[in-house]
């Protein structure tokens, strides 16, 4: 089959060099347009769902949220192990399912199970998925840092809240803007047990004088003069005179207020870390985590763009330091195996010159080299590979099986010419004469060298199902990755 092969090839040269030029067509949009990472994504896949349970101890987190989410979600279709973790506050119930199984659906069948468990859970626990990304989706980290002192950790950590990260999640690709460190600014009522006891009134009534408080509402129309006014009531606190002014109950035809029961201030919310920046004091920052399978160079670019565009929009006084950038990794890596690629083409033509002492024959080499690696990303492109260290120097390792065969094939053209010449001394091999050598030059070792490489491939799939079996696990270690110049700290109580 190969040497009918090899023959139609050498009848129909235009059909050959018309599809070699549609391929490097093909090639070149496929390595445009390929997904670029440093490190390969071997992650599960996986669904996170994180239940809010505020004020409650681990031992209750986990039976009351923890334990009816994991035994729920170990009948979802494709999932393969749940793992469940209860805090302070919080739950946390990972759903990994099979490899090939689809993220998206996934999630849809995790939320489908998480809406018929949800009357199973508490009132005030609120559960939801976490971002469609990965272990390896942590790209880019950012600090603001206000060297006048113009501005606290609670207004850094506002500004990040309510501006940037906003901003920073409109842009394609972009699964979630985490914040970090810094205090939660909110209005904290201290009430005094004494003042409460001596009015009879119970903290029941003075959360659900709150509560109600803080509402608006609608009123309906009132048509005056072939107009109509819209009646609500404007009811949301808005400062600490607000609270002070909420009415408790009546006390001998007096009200009682809020102020009258309980200190009202602004202060921060209870925190469970905090967050360092080069050793100079606590920092507010923001995470940028890709979404799974996009291209993360170009969403790290996007992300550099647009914190330019806000950086103008910015307080005085307030900079953005980047401390974690993973495109200068992506950038070397690619960079250095470019460099290594070309390289190698220049030392195969090399050697073909040096020992063919024939320049047109090094063009084999120098051709057929780009245009496997070319097929190479074509392949990564349709399977979903991202060009990452791994990938990229597994091309750089097979350009020395790749370059074998043409320098084997070239030789024996060379060995075949020969022995033509010496049978025909007087004649020039031109013409059909030269490509009826050729044909039976490449015949002669073609079938060999296919069914050589066809066996070295073939000897690389046990590595590829190890690492499938094993590289989830390797990478799970790396599962967040450290940034360069960021301490953090947690502890739990």
């Not at 070149?28 to 004020?55: E, F, N």
Request: hydrophobic content about 45%.
């Amino acid at each position: 089959m190969i040497a009918h092969l090899i023959r139609w090839s050498v009848a129909n040269r235009f059909l050959v060099l018309l599809a070699m030029a549609f391929l490097t067509a093909w090639g070149v949009w496929a390595v445009k347009t390929t997904p670029i990472d440093a490190l390969p994504d071997l992650s599960d896949v996986q669904v996170i769902i994180r239940t809010s349970y505020p004020g409650q101890a681990p031992q209750i987190v986990e039976n009351q949220v923890t334990y009816p989410l994991t035994t729920t979600m170990l009948s979802v279709p494709g999932a393969k192990t749940v793992r469940g973790f209860s805090f302070f506050g919080d739950s946390f119930v990972y759903v990994l399912f099979d490899d090939q199984t689809d993220l998206y659906w996934a999630r849809s069948r995790v939320l489908e199970y998480l809406n018929q468990i949800q009357s199973r859970l508490p009132a005030s626990a609120k559960s939801s998925l976490g971002p469609d990304a990965t272990g390896v989706g942590w790209i880019y980290q950012y600090s603001l840092v206000d060297k006048t002192g113009k501005h606290d950790l609670s207004q850094l950590r506002a500004l990040q809240d309510w501006y940037l990260k906003f901003e920073l999640k409109t842009l394609p690709n972009v699964a979630e803007v985490a914040t970090v460190g810094g205090m939660v600014k909110q209005y904290q009522i201290v009430i005094d047990p004494i003042k409460l006891a001596s009015y009879g009134i119970t903290q029941t009534e003075v959360r659900e004088a709150v509560e109600k408080a803080n509402q608006e509402t609608g009123g309906g129309v009132l048509e005056a003069g072939e107009t109509e006014l819209v009646v609500r009531t404007d009811g949301y606190l808005k400062s600490i005179n607000d609270f002070k002014a909420i009415p408790i109950r009546l006390a001998n035809n007096v009200p009682v207020l809020l102020g009258d029961l309980a200190t009202i201030q602004l202060g921060p919310e209870m925190r469970r870390g905090i967050s360092e920046l080069d050793g100079e004091g606590e920092a507010v920052g923001g995470v940028i985590i890709l979404r799974s399978g996009k291209n993360a160079r170009e969403t790290i670019a996007a992300v550099h763009a647009k914190l330019e565009q806000l950086k103008p929009s910015l307080p005085a006084g307030v900079e953005i330091v980047t401390t974690y950038d993973r495109s200068h990794l992506i950038d070397s890596a690619i960079d250095n195996l470019s460099f290594k690629l070309l390289e190698e083409f220049l030392v195969v033509a090399l050697v073909c010159v040096i020992f063919l002492g024939h320049f047109r024959s090094s063009l084999v080499a120098i051709v057929s080299l780009p245009l496997g690696v070319l097929i190479a990303f074509l392949v990564m492109r349709y399977q979903g590979v991202n060009a990452n260290i791994m990938s990229l120097g597994g091309i750089a390792i097979a350009v020395g099986a790749m370059v074998d065969a043409a320098v084997v094939m070239i030789e024996n053209a060379h060995k075949k010419v020969e022995a033509w010449q010496h049978e025909h001394p007087e004649e020039q091999l031109k013409g059909e004469a030269h490509w009826h050598v050729m044909t039976e030059a490449a015949v002669e070792v073609g079938p060999a060298l296919f069914f050589s490489l066809l066996i070295i491939t073939l000897s690389f799939i046990p590595v590829f199902t190890l690492e499938a079996q094993e590289g989830t696990t390797i990478l799970r270690r790396w599962h967040l990755p450290k940034p360069t110049r960021w301490r953090q700290r947690r502890r739990f109580l």
